[in-house]
Every structure is written in C-alpha cells, then in structure tokens.
C-alpha cells in the first residue's frame, strides 16, 4: 500500500509517498528557513504562509518522484499535532481535502511520536519492542517508553526550552547563526568542553529535562567574561561546554530510562540527534551496558513526511482511523 504523508508542523513543507510503511519513494522538502534566519528564528506567520502557497507544488513533485499519481494511494497521513497552529492548519486541510475527495482513509499523527518512526525507515536494522526512546527536536525534548507504534507512553519531557532551542538560542547569543545547534557543533569542535562549569537546573520528575537555566547562564558567563577580560573571546570553550553539558543530561537521562525500565534498545529521534557529540557519547555509553542505541539515517533526523507516512501506515494496520474533521487544535 501507497501512504501519502504530508508535514507542516513547523518551517518545512514536506511530502512523501512510501510503500507499506517502510519503503520511501519520494520524500520531498521545502523549508523556509531562509526567510527565518533573517530574525534568528521561526515566524509562524511566514512559515504558514509559504506552505499555503508551495503544498500543492510539492505534493505534485513527491508523486511525480514516487512515479505515481494519487489513484495509486490508498492512504493519507498528516501531522496533526504539535506543531505551530497555521502551519499545522494548511498540511491538516490539505490532506483532509484529498482524503474527502479521493474518498481515501485519512490519518492524523503525532509529529514528535513520527520522529521514533524515522528509525524504521530506508531499510537497516529495525528496532524491537519495547524500547526508550529519546527525541531532541527544535520543539521538543521527550522520554518515551515505546510498548508498539499505539502504545507509547511519556516518561518525561522538557519543562522550559527544548534542547534544539536551547542550541538556537545559546547559538545567538554567541553570535552565531540560525540553526544554532550545527554552528554551535562546528565552534564546539575547537573549544574545551571543561573550560565552564556549566549545569542543567533541576526538575521535578526524574526523567524531565530543564535547558532555559543554562542558557541563561552562558549569557551571564558571557557578559561578565567580556567585563573581566575585554578582547578575550571564550566562545568555542563555552560552546563545548555548553554541548557537553546538555549532552551529559540526555545520556544520563535516557540510560537511567532504560535501566529502571530494564530495557536493552535505546531510539533517537529528532534534529539534535544529528550532533556528533550526542551521537559517540550515547553510542559509548549504552554500549557499555549492553543497550543498543538506534539513530535514523541522518537525512531523516530532521523534519520529514516519510516519517508521517510510516507512522501513519503502522497506526492504520492497527485499526487507528481520524476524521474528516480532524483538528490540529483538539
Ligand atoms: O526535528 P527538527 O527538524 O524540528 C522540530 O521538530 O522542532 O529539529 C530542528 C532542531 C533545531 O533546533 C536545530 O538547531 C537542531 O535541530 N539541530 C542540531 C543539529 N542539527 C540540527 N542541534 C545540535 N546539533 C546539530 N548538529
Ligand atoms: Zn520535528
């Protein structure tokens, strides 16, 4: 079976055909990023706009790609939430037209539980149930336990920032560009992650996460370093230590998730999984206990409809269905 995937949730515009939920034909992606990095992050207003006007474009690539025409879909699958409302509306619309004409099953998913999925994606190893699962996105930073596709439950989320918006926000105020997360990878490389003692502030659930405090204090450290030693630039030690701090907080996290749950497969998801740093230390450190530790293929880390489009199919086999009515505000 075809699956039409369509996601709007936040700057891209993406549409994908994939076959039984594995097998991506198209995934094709448009991002209006360039018209963002102009104020150092997203403007809903732009985003919306931009997606009303290429969403039919790219739908139309992504079939021509699949070499395929929308008879030879049998099902659409669209992210209905989170995400920001008016992007959310025109992917939600879209495909809620589509699926009342065609007379296609329509299926609303979960955009941060689609992340999870990207690691069932483009052929590979494929990871057995139960397992963790840890996605770091640009609007998210969630613990999860995963029992099958319908059967995912929270064991934790960030209570402020996200870690990728602590990256783009920490990022600015080092003067760097919009994503912050690799500009701040690439300075990082060159600095000691040592130098500054920062940490992550404390919360109320074990496997919650807090990134607002450090940013905060790299802007504290910032001010008071240029005051105490003007012309003396610290930014690649404070960006490694930045990194390593956030990522000593998602390791230690996700093992201790694993551990008390007493499971051996770990899944990463979302654009911050893309960070080297991330990547070696959660590879190291779950390999020390046995843990095998899953990332998608890089070009799916990041948002994507393949991802929709497979999910959508699992949660279709299980007997999940949405309405035409379907709301990105319910
Ligand atoms: O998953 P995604 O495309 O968006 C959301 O669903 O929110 O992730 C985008 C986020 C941005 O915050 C970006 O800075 C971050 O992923 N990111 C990274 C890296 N590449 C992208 N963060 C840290 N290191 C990277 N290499
Ligand atoms: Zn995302």
Same mark, same amino acid.
């Given at each position: 079976?075809?699956?039409?995937?369509?996601?709007?949730?936040?700057?891209?515009?993406?549409?994908?055909?994939? !076959?039984?939920?594995?097998?991506?034909?198209?995934?094709?992606?448009?991002?209006?990023?360039?018209?963002?990095?102009?104020?150092?992050?997203?403007?809903?207003?732009?985003?919306?706009?931009?997606?009303?006007?290429?969403?039919?474009?790219?739908?139309?690539?992504?079939?021509?790609?699949?070499?395929?025409?929308?008879?030879?879909?049998?099902?659409?699958?669209?992210?209905?939430?989170?995400?920001?409302?008016?992007?959310?509306?025109?992917?939600?619309?879209?495909?809620?037209?589509?699926? @009342?004409?065609?007379?296609?099953?329509?299926?609303?998913?979960?955009?941060?539980?689609?992340?999870?999925?990207?690691?069932?994606?483009?052929?590979?190893?494929?990871? !057995?149930?139960?397992?963790?699962?840890?996605?770091?996105?640009?609007?998210?930073?969630?613990?999860?336990?995963?029992?099958?596709?319908?059967?995912?439950?929270? @064991?934790?989320?960030?209570?402020?920032?996200?870690?990728?918006?602590?990256?783009?926000?920490?990022?600015?105020? @080092?003067? @760097?560009?919009?994503?912050?997360?690799?500009?701040?990878?690439?300075?990082?490389?060159?600095?000691?992650?040592?130098?500054?003692?920062?940490?992550?502030?404390?919360?109320?659930?074990?496997?919650?996460?807090?990134?607002?405090?450090?940013?905060?204090? #790299?802007?504290?450290?910032?001010?008071?370093?240029?005051?105490?030693?003007?012309? %003396?630039?610290?930014?690649?030690?404070?960006?490694?230590?930045?990194?390593?701090?956030? #990522?000593?907080?998602?390791?230690?996290?996700?093992?201790?998730? %694993?551990?008390?749950?007493?499971?051996?497969?770990? #899944?990463?998801?979302?654009?911050?999984?893309?960070?080297? %740093?991330?990547?070696?230390?959660?590879?190291?450190?779950?390999?020390?206990?046995?843990?095998? %530790?899953?990332?998608?293929?890089?070009?799916?880390?990041?948002?994507?409809?393949?991802?929709?489009?497979?999910?959508?199919?699992?949660?279709?086999?299980?007997?999940?269905?949405?309405?035409?009515?379907?709301?990105?505000?319910?």
């Amino acid at each position: 079976m075809y699956t039409l995937g369509i996601e709007t949730s936040c700057d891209e515009t993406s549409v994908a055909v994939v !076959e039984n939920g594995r097998n991506i034909l198209s995934n094709e992606i448009i991002s209006s990023l360039r018209f963002h990095s102009l104020y150092g992050g997203v403007i809903p207003e732009i985003a919306s706009r931009m997606q009303l006007e290429v969403i039919t474009t790219v739908a139309q690539n992504a079939l021509k790609k699949a070499r395929c025409s929308l008879k030879d879909i049998g099902l659409i699958s669209v992210t209905a939430l989170p995400g920001l409302p008016g992007s959310l509306l025109v992917g939600v619309s879209f495909a809620a037209s589509l699926s @009342l004409t065609l007379r296609l099953p329509l299926i609303g998913v979960d955009h941060v539980h689609s992340h999870i999925y990207a690691n069932f994606l483009a052929g590979g190893y494929v990871p !057995e149930f139960p397992f963790i699962a840890l996605v770091v996105s640009g609007g998210h930073t969630s613990l999860f336990l995963v029992r099958d596709f319908h059967r995912i439950v929270i @064991l934790g989320r960030t209570q402020d920032d996200a870690c990728g918006e602590a990256f783009d926000k920490t990022a600015k105020l @080092l003067g @760097l560009g919009y994503p912050g997360g690799p500009e701040i990878e690439r300075l990082a490389k060159k600095g000691n992650p040592r130098k500054v003692k920062f940490r992550c502030s404390g919360t109320r659930g074990a496997y919650d996460f807090s990134f607002s405090g450090i940013k905060t204090a #790299v802007m504290y450290y910032l001010r008071d370093h240029r005051l105490r030693h003007p012309g %003396c630039s610290l930014r690649a030690d404070v960006a490694a230590s930045f990194q390593e701090t956030v #990522v000593n907080a998602l390791v230690r996290k996700s093992l201790d998730a %694993c551990r008390k749950e007493r499971i051996k497969t770990l #899944v990463v998801g979302g654009g911050v999984a893309l960070n080297g %740093c991330l990547r070696d230390r959660l590879l190291r450190e779950s390999g020390k206990e046995g843990i095998r %530790c899953c990332f998608p293929e890089r070009s799916l880390c990041m948002d994507n409809a393949a991802m929709v489009a497979g999910f959508g199919y699992q949660l279709f086999r299980k007997g999940i269905r949405s309405s035409f009515d379907l709301s990105p505000f319910a």
